[in-house]
């Protein structure tokens, strides 16, 4: 019992943050519906601004964390201006291709700039052990659920209440329908790639929390995959529960079987689901009337 | 012949607003494709104005080239001048050209399937500034088409044909364009449902004061709600006259409307007649 609470912990805080990098790849794919293979990169660079301006710069860890979202946002605004929108009107496969050339950049830049030996991260989260039903459970990976489950809430209702956020929802569903509307498509990607910035560096300094920090962490970007394809590549619930599903079974395929496979399991169960389910578990259906 | 049919710009216009101007368009696609060939028209303040013609006369090309929605079809105006109430629109991009006033109903619908029907009215007011505006502008929808009330929070593309054109008419309201343009508002649905529909369009022309340029397949149906009318034909208007003279057109009356004089034999000889004075007129 107590292996499997700590292994449940452990797993549903990595699948949190699987799920923080997701949904931001399944904003992108939604409004554009563009793959962007830069989203670990994305959470690799949010996890060295935040320790930049904690550990480097000293600001108090708030302060710090603020930041850096300001900064992600920043940055997402800045690739879909610079790198994205030149190539609007062009195939997505082009789209998709540059997304592989901005994560070896964005890799390099961090390369450059900190180094790639792994740095010790400003932890900001409290450390230490919860007495939880008489099982030590570390802290840290406790707040990083629900913090997880906060940005979801917000992304919820952005997507449900606010101007954009339906708009948003409207290119998704019909780009050029959208378009008569007078909805700017260059601005529906500007904000899709914000968002995701904003959602990858969350998820960058939570895992800089829970496992450290490392040029290495990027490599979070390809759990992304079977996590959307697991829950629908354009579904924001499915990148949560797909998150949640990912981190648990190699939590316990990890505890219980052994090591190493579990980095092979999700792969697996993902086949699974396809055979069943080729839209992902919870895939926009499409709708047919009778 | 009815005095002054037929004649592009050969008859006297009545003395009204020109709200829409489309002279000498050339419409392009693929650098390569000519579809428009120097057509121009104009629209009225405050009418509906009718634009028949077979398929693939350019009409949807027409309404896409004044809304600026040829962009994403790889389509550009390549020669001519647009302008609405005095501006040249035709450089403009979509976006800009529906805060103009302009809003067109895409053929075939296309609502935003997996928004409910409320939240697909929301977009079509994307483009307002007066956002204080929007409750009540909902309910007017809802006051033209009562059916879309009591589907206000189910996902658009549940919702019956019918009730999904409606739901396009009450999106392009949401804008409160002073020119709407329509693309086959008919399109695939029955008779009775049409009929409710291009009432309710004649409502929103006289009560909102909306112009509107009609497309439609449906020739007898468009000329029963507008004012004025014209035929294209390969890309360029053949004929230009008010609705009630095209509906007594004999040319329009055999070629749109599907009416012969009973008892009356056709012979070969009179479509190589109309053949011979539609090339003459292009």
Same mark, same amino acid.
């Given at each position: ?16 943050? *699987? ?17 962007? +293979? ?6 690799? +660079? ?114 449900? *209440? ?116 080729? *839209?992902?578990? +919870? ?8 | /012949? ?36 120097? @057509?121009? @028209? ?14 693939? =006369? ?52 296309? &609502? ?12 079509? =007011? ?39 054109? /409606? ?12 020119? /709407? ?30 112009? /509107? ?7 007898? @149906? ?15 208007? &053949? ?12 040319? &329009? ?30």
């Amino acid at each position: 019992m107590e292996v499997f609470l700590q292994l449940t912990v452990s797993g549903l805080s990595n699948g949190m943050v *699987y799920a923080l990098a997701a949904v931001g790849f399944v904003v992108i794919y939604k409004a554009s519906e563009v793959i962007n +293979f830069a989203q670990g990169e994305l959470l690799l +660079f949010g996890a060295y601004l935040s320790f930049a301006s904690i550990a480097q710069i000293g600001l108090p860890w708030g302060v710090g964390v603020a930041l850096t979202l300001v900064l992600a946002v920043a940055i997402g605004l800045a690739i879909e201006r610079l790198v994205l929108r030149p190539l609007i009107g062009e195939p997505v496969i082009s789209m998709i291709m540059v997304t592989i050339g901005l994560s070896g950049v964005l890799r390099a830049t961090v390369n450059a700039i900190w180094g790639p030996r792994p740095r010790t991260f400003p932890q900001f989260l409290p450390s230490g052990g919860v007495e939880i039903a008489g099982v030590v459970l570390g802290a840290d990976r406790l707040i990083v659920i629900p913090t997880a489950a906060v940005i979801f809430v917000l992304l919820g209702l952005f997507f449900r *209440y606010t101007r954009d956020g339906i708009a948003m929802r409207a290119v998704a569903d019909d780009q050029q329908a959208a378009l008569s509307m007078g909805i700017s498509i260059p601005r529906i990607f500007a904000v899709a790639w914000a968002l995701a910035a904003v959602s990858a560096a969350v998820g960058g300094m939570m895992l800089g929390n829970i496992v450290g920090l490392s040029p290495n962490i990027s490599a979070i970007g390809l759990r992304v995959f079977p996590v959307v394809i697991l829950g629908g590549l354009d579904s924001i619930a499915g990148a949560v529960i797909g998150g949640a599903v990912i981190g648990l079974l190699e939590a316990y395929t990890g505890g219980y079987i052994g090591n190493g496979l579990n980095l092979v399991v999700p792969f697996i169960v993902l086949i699974l689901v396809l055979m069943v389910r080729p *839209y992902g578990l +919870f895939g926009k259906p499409i709708i047919e009337r009778v | /012949m009815a005095p002054g049919v037929g004649f592009p710009g050969g008859r006297r216009r009545p003395l009204r607003t020109r709200v829409l101007e489309l002279s000498n368009v050339e419409v392009l696609y693929d650098d390569v494709i000519l579809v428009l060939k120097g @057509l121009s @028209l104009t629209v009225a303040e405050g009418s509906i104005t009718a634009l028949l013609g077979p398929n693939g =006369a350019g009409k949807t090309t027409t309404l896409k080239a004044i809304s600026g929605l040829l962009r994403p079809d790889d389509g550009e105006v390549a020669d001519g001048t647009i302008s609405f109430r005095g501006h040249d629109i035709h450089k403009l991009d979509a976006t800009a050209i529906v805060r103009q006033g302009i809003f067109q109903v895409m053929e075939g619908r296309r &609502v935003f399937e997996h928004l409910t029907v409320e939240e697909n009215l929301l977009v079509g =007011a994307y483009a307002r500034t007066d956002r204080a505006a929007i409750p009540d502008d909902t309910q007017k929808v809802y006051d033209y088409f009562p059916g879309l009330e009591t589907r206000a929070k189910q996902q658009a593309g549940y919702l019956s044909g019918g009730e999904q054109q /409606m739901l396009a008419i009450g999106r392009a309201l949401m804008a409160r364009p002073s020119l /709407m343009l329509l693309d086959e508002p008919s399109l695939g649905l029955a008779p009775r449902l049409v009929r409710t529909i291009f009432d309710v369009l004649v409502r929103i022309n006289s009560e909102e004061g909306t112009t /509107m340029l009609v497309v439609e397949q449906n020739a007898r @149906l468009a000329l029963s709600i507008a004012h004025h009318g014209y035929v294209m034909e390969r890309g360029r208007i &053949v004929l230009d006259a008010t609705s009630k003279e095209l509906a007594a057109n004999e040319d &329009v009356k055999e070629f749109y409307l599907g009416l012969t004089e009973v008892g009356h034999r056709r012979s070969y000889r009179d479509v190589k007649h109309y053949r011979r004075r539609k090339r003459w007129l292009s």
